[in-house]
């Protein structure tokens, strides 16, 4: 069955450091998403992406937040400088279908650490 | 502005009873709901979609409600088993390209 794939699974950094979060979507799925989830709280949405650009994004994807398609299978998520509020799980999803309808598939997520 | 609420932090109940859980959201009337499933360190898991024309979905031990005079979604697993056991999310897209989580619901099964 397709899944979306997230690397790495765990990341470590000190702050200030630049981390990349890397998702392969599913293949056929044109609606990509990061979601995160701090520690015993809500999945919070970061941002959506369609047809190569943000379609909407939320008061936490600030500046220092950037998304990326470089190639046909590639959706990532940098973080310029990381903080230490920044650890969380970071989940990407996909989806076939725009809004409502659309089920969302989330990858296993990529859980940031910074120290 | 728009809220999603789930309302019971956790819910612990015993094997082979009914689980019902619910979803109450303000200022916002979505035209779906969906319901996740998440375990423990992992994603979420796409479960049931409800519309706001369909009073009920289900899909084998599990049944959605949905009542948009009471702005409420309720979540039922019936004959419920340890396995069941999760974190359990309500959702709703604002109409545009996100979707806006519930807090969740911690349900646990007691064999």
């Known amino acids: 069955e397709p899944e979306v794939t997230q690397t790495p699974s765990h990341q470590v950094t000190q702050m200030g450091q630049e981390v990349i979060l890397r998702c392969v979507p599913i293949s056929n799925h044109l609606y990509f998403y990061w979601y995160r989830q701090i520690l015993g709280q809500k999945v919070e949405f970061l941002v959506s992406f369609y047809n190569n650009e943000i379609s909407e994004k939320s008061e936490i994807f600030d500046d220092q937040f950037s998304v990326e398609r470089p190639d046909g299978s590639n959706f990532t998520l940098k973080i310029r400088s990381t903080k230490l509020e920044d650890s969380a799980m970071y989940f990407c999803?996909?989806?076939?279908?725009?809004?409502?309808?659309?089920?969302?598939?989330f990858g296993e997520g990529s859980r940031l650490t910074v120290l | 502005s728009q809220k999603i609420e789930q309302n019971s932090e956790a819910l612990n109940i015993q094997e082979g009873k009914t689980a019902t859980l619910t979803c109450n959201y303000t200022?916002?009337?979505?035209?779906?709901l969906q319901w996740y499933r998440q375990d423990p360190g992992r994603g979420p898991v796409f479960l049931l979609l409800?519309?706001?024309?369909?009073k009920e979905k289900r899909k084998e031990r599990l049944k959605v409600t949905f009542d948009t005079t009471l702005k409420q979604s309720l979540f039922h697993i019936t004959a419920s088993q340890p396995a069941d056991s999760a974190t359990y999310l309500c959702?709703?897209?604002?109409?545009?390209?996100?979707?806006?989580f519930g807090t969740g619901t911690r349900l646990k099964v007691l064999a």
């Open positions: 200022n916002y009337s979505p035209a779906y």
């Open positions: 959702a709703y897209s604002s109409g545009t390209y996100k979707y806006i």
């Open positions: 409800i519309r706001e024309n369909e």
């Open positions: 999803a996909s989806s076939e279908s725009r809004q409502y309808t659309g089920e969302l598939f």
